[in-house]
């Protein structure tokens, strides 16, 4: 049996998928709030993440917010699979958009692991792959 893909919903709503859910709702889409204040909202003092590779500490983190904000428009952005247990949360999602570095349009699948101290991100390991421009392919880790 096919199922339309507007027939599958994606309901979300543990604790830490719904903090995850709201920072990058705040992150991507909204601009009520400041980079400094996402950082201060959502992680942790000791943050520290692996993206792509490159070791980002909260004040490299704080930087790339601000980038991706200038750089690229995020015009969709779906969880395909969240999953958390205890103080760590799986998410599978991808991103898409427009590159204003490139003008052309990309979309970027993630796989990441975050571990929680309370209710603020203390340390994210992320992959990702970035379908676009050549000049886009580092748009997730770009700090």
Request: hydrophobic share 40%; charged share 25%.
């Amino acid at each position: 049996m096919n199922l339309d893909p507007k027939q599958i919903v994606h309901d979300f709503d543990g604790r830490l998928q719904s903090i995850f859910q709201q920072f990058f709702y705040n992150w991507v889409f909204s601009r009520e709030m400041s980079a400094e204040d996402i950082i201060e909202k959502y992680f942790s003092p000791n943050f520290s993440a692996t993206i792509d590779g490159v070791e980002l500490n909260r004040n490299v983190f704080l930087q790339r917010i601000d980038r991706m904000r200038q750089e690229a428009i995020v015009e969709k952005q779906e969880f395909i699979e969240m999953m958390e247990e205890g103080d760590k949360l799986f998410t599978m999602h991808t991103v898409s958009g427009k590159s204003l570095l490139s003008g052309q349009n990309f979309q970027t699948r993630a796989i990441a692991l975050f571990i929680f101290n309370g209710d603020k991100i203390e340390r994210g390991y992320l992959n990702s792959a970035t379908q676009g421009d050549p000049q886009d392919a580092d748009i997730a880790s770009r700090s």
